[in-house]
């Protein structure tokens, strides 16, 4: 499997001198294509510091970005738009859909901005929607859909350009237990179906069990991984409670 994205040794400092946090230790790790990779570490470990390096938000102190085979520390401020537009497609914890416009628009609008032909657009949208079965929501406004509905808009809207990368942060944070399994289960269909690489921040142990890998971060640096290999997802969330649990923590709280 062709690595999409490297992460070479890289660290990073808040602060300046005698009040210096280092948020990340000489973290190194890739993902595959097609790799469905969970990010998961107690409060202040890194995990938001690392996303927003990732997702060229903030930029490392040293060490290198690999995404796609281009390296983002090097890219130039004027590219890193286009770069975060074609290359990256992002999920948040609060939807972030534009209120004023339907689940339509606001999922075409991503390929609006990249310059997609309008003839195409109708199509991509259909299509995405469907893989996500939200057609019948795609002419309600944000305010008329549930929760995991516009979660799920917002999850079109991230790959609907087709992206090398989705970076999603807490995706279930705002969603209650049905939802969250819906979404999440659209997310496997995606990873299964589609091949997308999925990188996923979440405290929550439940959600991280859809993943196929999990790397946990503690003060800055990767401290434990868990491979799903054969292992069926119950199994596997078992073995992430055993983690959880050893570092002294329920599922919900300690990550
Ligand atoms: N802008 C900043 N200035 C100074 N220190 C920061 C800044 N952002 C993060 N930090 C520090 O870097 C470390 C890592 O923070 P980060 O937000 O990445 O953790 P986290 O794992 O995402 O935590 P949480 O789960 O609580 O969101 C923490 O010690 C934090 O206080």
Same mark, same amino acid.
């Given at each position: $499997?062709?690595?999409?994205m490297?992460?070479s040794?890289i660290?990073?400092?808040f @602060?300046?001198?005698?009040?210096v946090t280092k948020?990340l230790?000489?973290?190194s790790?890739?993902?595959? +294509?097609?790799? %469905?990779?969970g990010?998961?570490g107690p ?5 938001t510091?690392?996303l927003?390096? &990732?997702?060229?938000?903030?930029t490392?102190?040293t ?7 281009? !390296?983002? *520390?090097k ?7 286009? %770069?975060?537009?074609?290359e990256? @497609? ?5 939807f972030?859909?534009l209120?004023?416009? *339907? ?9 609006t ?5 309008p003839?195409?657009i109708?199509?991509?949208?259909q299509a *995405?929607a469907e +893989?996500?079965e939200?057609t019948?929501v795609?002419?309600?406004f944000p305010?008329? $859909?549930s929760g995991?509905? +516009?979660q799920?808009v917002?999850?079109? #809207?991230?790959i609907v *350009?087709?992206p090398s990368l ?7 944070g705002?969603? !209650?237990?049905?939802?969250s #399994?819906?979404?999440l =289960?659209s997310f =496997?269909?995606?990873?299964q179906d589609l091949d997308?690489? &999925?990188?996923?921040v979440t405290h ?9 890998r ?7 640096k990767i401290?434990?991984?868990?491979v799903?290999g054969? !292992?069926t #997802?119950?199994a %596997? %969330?078992? #073995?992430?409670m055993?983690?959880v649990t050893?570092l @002294?923590g !329920?599922a919900?709280?300690v990550?």
């Amino acid at each position: $499997m062709p690595s999409i994205m490297q992460a070479s040794h890289i660290e990073k400092y808040f @602060g300046n001198k005698g009040n210096v946090t280092k948020a990340l230790d000489d973290l190194s790790f890739d993902v595959e +294509k097609g790799d %469905f990779v969970g990010i998961m570490g107690p409060s202040g470990s890194g995990k938001t510091t690392l996303l927003n390096c &990732i997702s060229t938000i903030d930029t490392v102190t040293t060490g290198h970005i690999t995404i796609n085979s281009q !390296d983002i *520390t090097k890219l130039k401020k004027k590219h890193l738009e286009k %770069f975060r537009r074609d290359e990256l @497609g992002f999920i948040f914890q609060d939807f972030n859909l534009l209120d004023t416009l *339907t689940a339509f628009e606001n999922i075409a609008l991503a390929l609006t901005i990249q310059g997609e032909k309008p003839s195409e657009i109708t199509s991509k949208v259909q299509a *995405t929607a469907e +893989k996500l079965e939200i057609t019948s929501v795609l002419n309600k406004f944000p305010y008329e $859909m549930s929760g995991g509905q +516009k979660q799920r808009v917002a999850s079109a #809207r991230a790959i609907v *350009t087709n992206p090398s990368l989705v970076l999603a942060d807490e995706p279930t944070g705002a969603l !209650d237990s049905k939802s969250s #399994r819906l979404l999440l =289960e659209s997310f =496997e269909k995606l990873n299964q179906d589609l091949d997308t690489t &999925i990188l996923m921040v979440t405290h929550d142990a439940f959600t991280a069990s859809y993943a196929n890998r999990i790397l946990f971060i503690k003060d800055g640096k990767i401290f434990n991984e868990l491979v799903k290999g054969q !292992d069926t #997802r119950k199994a %596997f %969330f078992n #073995r992430i409670m055993e983690v959880v649990t050893l570092l @002294g923590g !329920d599922a919900d709280d300690v990550f």
